[in-house]
């Protein structure tokens, strides 16, 4: 499943030496790098600037994802504490093409936190990715909380007896939409009815499985809620950062196609494996 790693490792350079000139020629860039061909049902290792690149226009049906969170999560191929308003100008630039691939009846699904601290910035990324979203032309649709059903996980438990470092690790589901939210073709969903109440339930009780493999992935049931309210059987789901494969995992069990991206070559490996033990 994985494809193109020499191409991932020469673009990448190139885009590392934009990153730190401020993305002055970044509209360059993007103008250069024409989309040519882009292949089903795999996980490109390279970043996911490269592999928007390949994505004709108005291609994708949903994109499901969850970015780094930029709280210096100890990953494998990425450094994940950006200075803050670095960190929002990099969503931006995968949002504003984002927005060119999706189709005109395409939805999108955003996993972030509601409010942490990110390089001692106390901040709200899901607002923030909402108004770049809405700048690019996304409309917004709904913010689905989901919460991991073990209690005390990342709790601030030094704040049980003071009141000075309250912790509140809630996380959001931001669902955007491009042109019109109706699709255009009626097609299969395959969700049950109690799964289809769940997920307007407006809070989502997920169960967090802890893999070794990756220090942030999310649960399959998350990305499946997704893949099955706000898509059809045969559609095209994208994951820029597709980490170990949860999002293709979910994709395959629901005949969904699938595109990808990740950068680090370890998870890309991890996400072939648990694709051919289907």
Known sequence: MIFSVEARNCHSAYFHRLWKTGYERYDLYMEDQKPT?????????????????????KYVDLTVTSPPYNIGIKY???????????????????LRELYRVTKPDGRVCINHYLSISM???????????????????????????????????????GSWFSASALHSPVAG?????????????SGVANN???????????????????????????????????IQLFSNEGDLVFDPFMGIGTT???????????????????????????????
């Open 37 to 57: 061909w882009i292949k089903l049902n795999k996980i490109y290792n390279e970043d996911c600037l490269n592999t928007l690149t390949r994505i004709p226009d």
């Open 76 to 94: 494998d191929s990425y450094v994940d504490s950006r200075p803050y308003a670095d960190y929002f100008a990099w969503i931006k630039y995968w």
């Open 119 to 157: 390089n001692g910035v106390r901040c709200s990324p899901v607002a923030n990715i909402i108004a770049i979203a809405e700048k690019m032309g996304f409309k917004y649709y709904g913010l689905p909380l989901w919460q991991d059903d073990r209690k005390g996980k990342n709790m601030g438990w």
């Open 173 to 185: 589901i931001i669902i955007l939409y491009k042109g019109r939210w109706k699709k255009d073709q």
């Open 192 to 226: 049950s009815e109690e799964e289809f109440i769940a997920g307007f339930s407006g809070v989502w009780n997920l169960r967090t499985k802890n893999r070794k493999e990756h220090p942030a992935a999310f649960p399959e049931s998350l990305p499946s809620r997704c």
């Open 248 to 278: 293709a995992v979910a994709c395959r069990r629901l005949n969904r196609n699938f595109i990808g991206s990740e950068v680090s070559t370890n998870y890309c490996l991890i996400a072939e494996k648990r694709l051919n033990d289907l």
